[in-house]
């Protein structure tokens, strides 16, 4: 039988971890930008992938990178994204020689899973992931978790000069962000990707 005494100190740590607990996810979702966001800053690589979803900010962000050299190919992946996302490139003047298209996923996992082989066909050893700035964890740490032979930089989209998110972030892209936690949660849980 437990003590008295004992019970105590086990509620009051049990109390203390829940204050911890409640005082991280307070702070992730006040400051979601230095929670979510993973900015490499000026990379070059062998290969841009371009994940699907999001609005034209993610391809208008690739064609940009592209155009500064940072990389000599494009992968647009995700179904049905892969063709809006690759007018966009071209409309960007990105060759369409420069881009290769990943059909098949629909989801963050499936775009890594489906991307890696494209990578690894293309010759790939160094990658930069352009997708949605609260989207960019889950998406630098899926991909590092299905190919840990290649190194992946991230270069997000909504982020100013200084690496900031801007103020007026559209209200559908709010919603974006607040569902990213617990999705940050299932990806840990169901394919064991550690989102830090």
């Given at each position: 039988?437990?003590?008295?005494?004992?019970?105590?100190?086990?509620?009051?740590?049990?109390?203390?971890?829940?204050?911890?607990?409640?005082?991280?996810?307070?702070?992730?979702?006040?400051?979601?930008?230095?929670?979510?966001?993973?900015?490499?800053?000026?990379?070059?690589?062998?290969?841009?992938?371009?994940?699907?979803?999001?609005?034209?900010?993610?391809?208008q962000r690739a064609?940009?990178?592209?155009?500064?050299?940072?990389?000599?190919?494009?992968?647009?992946?995700?179904?049905?994204?892969?063709?809006?996302?690759?007018?966009?490139?071209?409309?960007?003047?990105?060759?369409?020689?420069?881009?290769?298209?990943?059909?098949?996923?629909?989801?963050?996992?499936?775009?890594?899973?489906?991307?890696?082989?494209?990578?690894?066909?293309?010759?790939?050893?160094?990658?930069?992931?352009?997708?949605?700035?609260y989207h960019s964890?889950?998406?630098?740490?899926?991909?590092?978790?299905l190919a840990p032979?290649?190194?992946?930089?991230?270069?997000?989209?909504?982020?100013?000069?200084?690496?900031?998110?801007?103020?007026?972030?559209?209200?559908?892209?709010?919603?974006?962000?607040?569902?990213?936690?617990?999705?940050?949660?299932?990806?840990?849980?169901?394919?064991?990707?550690?989102?830090?």
């Amino acid at each position: 039988m437990i003590s008295r005494r004992t019970l105590l100190k086990i509620l009051s740590v049990a109390a203390g971890l829940l204050a911890l607990l409640a005082g991280l996810a307070a702070a992730a979702w006040l400051y979601p930008r230095q929670v979510l966001t993973v900015e490499s800053g000026p990379v070059t690589a062998d290969v841009l992938v371009v994940l699907g979803g999001g609005s034209q900010a993610r391809p208008q962000r690739a064609a940009e990178l592209f155009h500064a050299g940072a990389a000599p190919k494009i992968i647009v992946s995700g179904a049905g994204d892969d063709l809006s996302n690759q007018r966009v490139l071209e409309e960007q003047g990105v060759p369409a020689a420069a881009i290769v298209r990943e059909s098949r996923s629909r989801s963050t996992y499936e775009n890594a899973q489906f991307s890696i082989p494209l990578l690894r066909e293309l010759g790939a050893k160094k990658v930069i992931l352009v997708t949605s700035w609260y989207h960019s964890r889950r998406a630098l740490k899926t991909f590092e978790h299905l190919a840990p032979d290649l190194t992946f930089y991230s270069r997000p989209t909504y982020l100013d000069d200084a690496g900031r998110v801007p103020r007026n972030v559209r209200q559908e892209e709010q919603r974006y962000l607040r569902l990213e936690y617990p999705k940050l949660l299932g990806y840990w849980l169901r394919y064991g990707v550690w989102p830090f």
